[in-house]
């Protein structure tokens, strides 16, 4: 007699996380009802229909991901349209926006898959609520724009890189065992590197990570990392079927970062600095001050899973500062979720510490203050608006 499988129960570290998602998804919903479609999206999208009908665009040299992307929900309105005005796309940004949505769901789920997978369920409603409650991810997951996939794409390439590797300590075939893994590698790859050429340098720290998690097995790491970039060039390829001189001329660009390195003054960089994360994560950028000095004093916070996201995101940082010409704001965006790993790895281990109770108390208090900070933003903008 066959024994039914029963239903795994719904635990209440689900239900916080679906409330944080929720929260994220209101606020992302409250922001695209609130704010019009701007020129610089209807820019996005004609670009896009262009794109999406075979005809040639002018200013093809840039990433082909987010104009596609954009004139996706509304290529084929535009095509038995006879008005494709900024207040025609403004009716339909709904369909514009969506996924762009769904792209900032996506990551705030694989932040939080990952920071659990790391650090624990403390970890993982750190890292998820951070996010939830950041004004910059709420904005750029509303507005049809690359940060968001770009972002997304960031984070696949470096996490899905280090998860693949670890695979690899089972003695099975490369690709075949791969091929799903492979494949999520080549999607991560088309995502970052579509929506900013000069994010093509993260399969440098790809390919370190995962030498470094399987020395034994290194050929076959590489033979990974290899095959996922081979597909992600036959993905954008295909996107710059109208143009492929285009393709290379970008790829180019990226690897020389446009030109020559402007090294900013020191007081010009942390400004430059403060503003721009205050914007985005306020409070990944209070608490990171903590984090790295604890990560700095501390031995136990200095393992692989938190040393790996700040390495990372020291990485784009100084790529967003010294080559501000190559896509300053999409490639420091980009460094956001790496900051908020960073920063919820740190704390997760110091809620398991002897510092638990003022570690909670900080942790508590910056969120909620964000939480509120990012929830009067929004009033502010539906009170402009209406």
Same mark, same amino acid.
């Given at each position: 007699?066959?024994?039914?499988?029963?239903?795994?129960?719904? #635990?209440?570290?689900?239900?916080?996380?679906?409330?944080?998602?929720?929260?994220?998804?209101?606020?992302?919903?409250?922001?695209?009802?609130?704010?019009?479609?701007?020129?610089?999206?209807?820019?996005?999208?004609?670009?896009?229909?262009?794109?999406?009908?075979?005809? =040639?665009?002018?200013?093809?040299?840039? =990433?082909?991901?987010?104009?596609?992307?954009?004139?996706?929900?509304?290529?084929?309105?535009?095509?038995?349209?006879?008005?494709?005005?900024?207040?025609?796309?403004?009716?339909?940004?709904?369909?514009?926006?969506?996924?762009?949505?769904?792209?900032?769901?996506?990551?705030?789920?694989?932040?939080?898959?990952?920071?659990?997978?790391?650090? !624990?369920?403390?970890?993982?409603?750190?890292?998820?609520?951070?996010?939830?409650? +950041?004004?910059?991810?709420?904005?750029?997951? +509303?507005?049809?724009?690359?940060?968001? %996939?770009?972002?997304?794409?960031?984070?696949?390439?470096?996490?899905?890189?280090?998860?693949?590797?670890?695979?690899?300590?089972?003695? &099975?075939?490369?690709?075949?065992?791969?091929?799903?893994?492979?494949?999520?590698?080549?999607?991560?790859?088309?995502?970052?590197?579509? $929506? $900013?050429?000069?994010?093509?340098?993260?399969?440098?720290?790809?390919? /370190?990570?995962?030498?470094?998690?399987?020395?034994?097995?290194?050929?076959?790491?590489?033979?990974?990392?290899?095959?996922?970039?081979?597909?992600?060039?036959? /993905?954008?390829?295909?996107?710059?079927?109208?143009?492929?001189?285009?393709?290379?001329?970008?790829?180019? &660009?990226?690897?020389?970062?446009?030109?020559?390195?402007?090294?900013? #003054?020191?007081?010009?960089?942390?400004?430059?600095?403060?503003?721009?994360?205050?914007?985005a994560a306020p409070g990944a950028l209070l608490l990171s001050g903590v984090a790295l000095a604890a990560w700095c004093a501390w031995r136990r916070v200095r393992f692989f899973g938190n040393t790996?996201?700040?390495?990372?995101?020291?990485?784009?940082?100084?790529? !967003?500062?010294?080559?501000?010409?190559?896509?300053?704001?999409?490639?420091?965006?980009?460094?956001? =979720?790496?900051?908020?790993? %960073?920063?919820? !790895?740190?704390?997760?281990?110091?809620?398991?510490? #002897?510092?638990?109770?003022?570690?909670?108390?900080?942790?508590?208090?910056?969120i909620a203050a964000q939480a509120a900070y990012s929830v009067s933003g929004l009033m502010r903008v539906f009170n402009r608006n209406f």
């Amino acid at each position: 007699m066959s024994q039914e499988k029963t239903p795994k129960p719904v #635990r209440s570290h689900h239900l916080i996380a679906l409330a944080l998602v929720l929260a994220f998804v209101a606020q992302c919903c409250w922001f695209v009802y609130a704010v019009p479609l701007t020129q610089l999206e209807a820019e996005q999208v004609l670009r896009g229909v262009e794109r999406w009908h075979l005809h =040639p665009v002018a200013e093809a040299a840039q =990433p082909p991901l987010t104009a596609l992307v954009a004139a996706a929900g509304v290529s084929v309105l535009a095509r038995h349209s006879q008005a494709t005005d900024l207040f025609w796309l403004d009716q339909h940004r709904w369909f514009i926006r969506a996924p762009f949505l769904l792209a900032g769901l996506c990551l705030a789920l694989s932040l939080y898959y990952v920071a659990r997978r790391l650090y !624990g369920g403390a970890g993982g409603f750190v890292a998820l609520a951070l996010f939830a409650f +950041s004004p910059g991810m709420v904005a750029r997951s +509303s507005l049809a724009g690359g940060q968001i %996939f770009a972002a997304w794409g960031a984070f696949g390439v470096v996490f899905t890189a280090i998860a693949t590797a670890h695979t690899l300590y089972a003695p &099975r075939e490369v690709i075949l065992w791969n091929w799903k893994r492979i494949g999520l590698l080549a999607v991560a790859i088309t995502f970052a590197v579509g $929506s $900013s050429w000069p994010l093509v340098w993260l399969l440098l720290p790809a390919a /370190a990570f995962m030498l470094w998690a399987v020395p034994h097995r290194r050929i076959a790491a590489m033979v990974i990392l290899c095959a996922g970039a081979v597909l992600a060039s036959v /993905a954008l390829a295909v996107c710059e079927l109208d143009n492929l001189a285009a393709l290379t001329l970008g790829v180019i &660009r990226a690897f020389g970062m446009g030109g020559g390195a402007q090294l900013p #003054r020191a007081v010009v960089l942390g400004r430059m600095l403060f503003f721009f994360f205050a914007d985005a994560a306020p409070g990944a950028l209070l608490l990171s001050g903590v984090a790295l000095a604890a990560w700095c004093a501390w031995r136990r916070v200095r393992f692989f899973g938190n040393t790996a996201p700040l390495i990372v995101f020291i990485l784009l940082v100084a790529m !967003g500062l010294f080559f501000p010409q190559s896509g300053a704001s999409t490639v420091l965006f980009a460094s956001v =979720p790496f900051l908020l790993l %960073f920063v919820a !790895g740190v704390f997760a281990d110091l809620i398991e510490s #002897r510092w638990q109770a003022p570690a909670l108390v900080v942790v508590f208090a910056v969120i909620a203050a964000q939480a509120a900070y990012s929830v009067s933003g929004l009033m502010r903008v539906f009170n402009r608006n209406f």
